[in-house]
């Protein structure tokens, strides 16, 4: 892993923030690097097809209900949505896995006319922020890794940012649970997307968290979790 920046929150933690564009998860999990992952529902050549006999595994959920799941995801479900998957094995050093709505979404695409061309930032940040929280306060995560969330080849400056000031506010609220470590893990993004996360501190420019209306729902006995702003 490689250290990009530390955020400081209000309560007095720090986060490290790091990236790791070579391992594939199994040796980021067994390496005790990470104990949770955040992956968009793109599958195939992606993060999600490259690590999916590893989650079907270690989960000890079947391969075939993963693909179906996120496919449907993708492709059928029009809410902006995020598919948990705890771990059933007892023994795993992964806590579960997010598969989350990502820019090749169904979902994105009432906003990808909107951006004019840029990631459009509320989907990216209230995706991101929920996911976290979920990740922690659910599952009890603590070292944290994410994917891309936007469509292969398409990750931008603006992803990096939003999804740190999520991390951000959430380890901000004082009941929030501690998380140690937060890793961008996979392809399609390079060291250039997160030149501005070291400024976030200190421009104090991160924004202010507002809530959002969350709807639970389950889709083949697998927890579906919607927003709504």
Request: proline share 2%.
């Amino acid at each position: 892993m490689k250290k990009l920046a530390l955020i400081k929150t209000e309560t007095g933690n720090t986060i490290q923030i790091g990236y790791d564009f070579e391992s594939v998860l199994s040796e980021l999990v067994y390496g005790d690097k990470v104990d949770f992952a955040i992956i968009s529902t793109e599958n195939g050549f992606s993060p999600l097809g490259r690590n999916i006999d590893f989650i079907s595994a270690e989960l000890n959920i079947d391969r075939q209900e993963i693909t179906q799941i996120a496919n449907w995801n993708r492709f059928e479900n029009s809410k902006v949505s995020f598919v948990v998957l705890p771990s059933k094995n007892l023994s795993s050093k992964l806590r579960g896995v997010i598969l989350a709505a990502s820019g090749s979404s169904k979902c994105y695409e009432k906003y990808s006319s909107l951006s004019y061309s840029l990631p459009y930032r509320d989907f990216y940040y209230n995706v991101a922020y929920e996911s976290i929280s979920y990740a922690a306060q659910i599952l009890g995560a603590q070292k944290i890794s994410m994917s891309h969330l936007s469509a292969s080849g398409q990750f931008h400056k603006d992803i990096a940012t939003c999804v740190a000031e999520a991390l951000a506010h959430f380890c901000d609220r004082i009941e929030s649970p501690i998380i140690k470590q937060f890793l961008f893990f996979g392809c399609c993004m390079n060291e250039s997307h997160f030149l501005g996360l070291e400024r976030l501190n200190s421009e104090g420019k991160i924004s202010k968290h507002h809530n959002i209306t969350i709807t639970t729902s389950l889709v083949d006995e697998f927890e579906v979790i919607s927003l709504n702003w």
